[in-house]
């Protein structure tokens, strides 16, 4: 007897345009009718937002093609952070698997099928902590269509209970249990600075989620499965709600075929770490002095949202 499929968590706020496309490319996904989709829709910030709000919780109300569909309506705003957190420990701990988007992600009619698949194969294999939808667009020459990697990703991602349990967003701990050596391997053996968003959420000059994620896979010793080419593209760079226009640095091309093949060896990926350090080292490090005014777009395109 096959797994039913993981339900879908997607988390909303005011941009109806984007959580339209956002849904109209799941559902072209083929195992979208067999799956529960559960939508988050925060509640308003002010009165300016309020009007957004309502016409995308009118849209969700009109949604059809999934199993199921659950339209949780937040009387206040949460705020992108609290809303996952909460979203997603709720869900996983019912259903033990959870696959994870936010209103401006654009999947591939194969995203559903590869995160299943993944999440079949690697259920039993403790290090195996976070399935990743999102690819930079890095030279893929030479990658394995998936391949294992130690940081997360925040774009459409997918995980177990198992895992998740050991989420926490806890500074104080992680100024305690990350060594200078720990807070080097962090940041890609000094590569990028994940860590400054540490520091930057303890100063509370932002707030956010997926580093502590990044974090608590990383204690672990955990890691991240990746496809090479993309599953995923976000669609929310063009000066929509919270999230200014940075560039399109981080698109790549998205899936056009399913992922039929899934490491077994279960180590970094050398080639993809050297990649991924690369890509940092060429881009990411030119991007924080020209848009130092919008750090918290770009902290969460570099994986904190």
């Given at each position: 007897?096959?797994?039913?499929?993981?339900?879908?968590?997607?988390?909303?706020y005011n941009r109806i345009w984007h959580t339209q496309q956002t849904v109209k490319a799941l559902q072209k996904n083929e195992l979208a009718e067999q799956s529960k989709l559960i939508?988050?829709?925060?509640?308003?910030?002010?009165?300016?937002?309020?009007?957004?709000?309502?016409?995308?919780?009118?849209?969700?109300?009109?949604?059809?093609?999934?199993?199921?569909?659950?339209?949780?309506?937040?009387?206040s705003n949460r705020g992108l952070a609290t809303s996952i957190i909460e979203g997603v420990t709720d869900v996983v701990n019912k259903y033990g698997k959870v696959i994870v988007l936010e209103d401006d992600i654009v999947?591939?009619?194969?995203?559903?099928?590869?995160?299943?698949?993944?999440?079949?194969?690697?259920?039993n294999e403790e290090q195996v902590m976070h399935i990743?939808?999102?690819?930079?667009?890095?030279?893929?020459?030479?990658?394995?269509?998936?391949?294992?990697?130690?940081s997360t990703s925040c774009w459409g991602w997918?995980?177990?209970?198992?895992?998740?349990?050991?989420?926490?967003?806890?500074?104080?701990?992680l100024y305690c249990q990350f060594s200078k050596n720990d807070i080097h391997v962090f940041n890609l053996d000094?590569?990028?600075?994940?860590?400054?968003?540490?520091?930057?959420?303890?100063?509370?000059?932002?707030?956010?989620?997926?580093?502590f994620w990044y974090a608590s896979v990383f204690k672990q010793q955990g890691l991240s499965l990746h496809p090479s080419v993309s599953m995923v593209k976000n669609i929310g760079h063009d000066r929509s709600g919270a999230h200014c226009r940075i560039s399109d640095m981080f698109d790549g091309?998205?899936?056009?075929?399913?992922?039929?093949?899934?490491?077994?060896?279960?180590?970094e990926s050398r080639l993809a770490l050297k990649r991924m350090q690369q890509f940092y080292k060429k881009t990411i490090r030119n991007l924080f002095p020209r848009f130092f005014a919008t750090v918290k777009s770009i902290t969460r395109l570099t994986q904190v949202s």
């Open positions: 007897m096959k797994p039913e499929p993981a339900p879908i968590v997607l988390f909303t939508i988050y829709s925060d509640g308003s910030k002010d009165a300016a937002d309020w009007k957004g709000v309502q016409k995308v919780r009118n849209y969700l109300k009109s949604i059809d093609g999934f199993k199921s569909i659950r339209i949780v309506e937040q009387s999947t591939s009619p194969f995203f559903l099928k590869y995160m299943n698949d993944a999440l079949k194969y690697y259920y990743s939808g999102y690819m930079f667009p890095v030279n893929s020459a030479g990658l394995k269509q998936t391949f294992f990697f130690r997918a995980t177990w209970k198992r895992a998740w349990d050991y989420f926490e967003k806890n500074t104080d701990k000094g590569y990028h600075n994940f860590w400054r968003q540490v520091v930057d959420n303890k100063k509370k000059k932002i707030n956010t989620w997926a580093i091309p998205l899936a056009d075929a399913p992922v039929i093949y899934f490491e077994s060896n279960i180590t």
